[in-house]
């Protein structure tokens, strides 16, 4: 079946810094989508990709679509503690079920 | 605007013991969608509708049952809980993604 490849795993950050975490899949898919979850709440959608090439920005957050179809990528710029957070990538093929990643765990100290 | 509703938030089953999950949703999405979240698996699709009385098997949906009669509720049954459904369980509703999730039921089977 259709899997997608998130990293890094987790990543530890001084506030201030940029992040940059990617997606990758064995499968071509037409949409792609990056949440973020906090602790005991639901996932949150930040950013939809729906278009080969596609670069997207939400304030600090910047997602791109991959040319290939097969891959996506997710900028913070200049983080801040309130980034913290499990970041989720998702990607889905017209007709079937959105797939997510395992997610990204991010920490900013100050 | 209550968004999406998940209750119970906190539930504990012995095993063998069937429940209902419940989710409710006031913003008239036909897609909703039940996923289980595990410690480093992410989210994984149990069911999905498109629409009232339209319902489809995700990636794991074995030992539990949907249905969808109206466009506000989806509610998810586990007909005979065992241990390996502990789990938190999240409902999301979209236009025609998961774009809102509910704040999860965390639900331990003994």
């Known amino acids: 079946g259709q899997q997608l490849n998130q990293s890094p795993q987790s990543m530890f950050i001084q506030e201030g810094e940029d992040v940059s975490m990617n997606c990758t899949s064995s499968?071509?898919?037409?949409?792609w989508l990056w949440y973020k979850q906090e602790p005991g709440e639901g996932p949150v959608l930040l950013i939809a990709?729906?278009?080969?090439?596609e670069l997207t920005s939400n304030g600090r957050l910047t997602a791109q679509f991959g040319i290939t179809r097969k891959d996506s990528f997710l900028n913070i710029s200049a983080s801040i503690p309130s980034d913290v957070g499990i970041y989720f990538c998702?990607?889905?093929?017209?007709?079937?079920?959105?797939?997510f990643g395992k997610g990204t765990t991010l920490s900013v100290s100050s | 605007n209550a968004g999406v509703t998940q209750t119970p938030k906190f539930q504990v089953l012995k095993t063998g013991q069937s429940m209902t999950l419940q989710c409710a949703q006031d913003?008239?999405?036909?897609?909703m969608s039940w996923y289980r979240q595990d410690p480093g698996m992410g989210l994984r699709l149990i069911h999905y509708?498109?629409?009232?009385?339209?319902?489809d098997q995700g990636e794991v949906p074995n030992g539990y049952n949907v249905s969808r009669s109206t466009t506000e509720d989806f509610p998810l049954r586990l007909l005979s809980a065992a241990p390996s459904q502990t789990s938190v369980y999240f409902c999301?509703?979209?236009?025609?993604?998961?774009?809102?999730f509910g704040d999860g039921t965390r639900l331990s089977i003994l």
């Open positions: 990709l729906y278009k080969a090439g």
């Open positions: 998702a990607g889905q093929l017209e007709g079937t079920a959105l797939i």
């Open positions: 509708s498109v629409g009232a009385g339209i319902t």
């Open positions: 999301a509703s979209g236009r025609d993604q998961p774009q809102h």
């Open positions: 913003m008239n999405h036909e897609y």
């Open positions: 499968s071509i898919f037409n949409t």
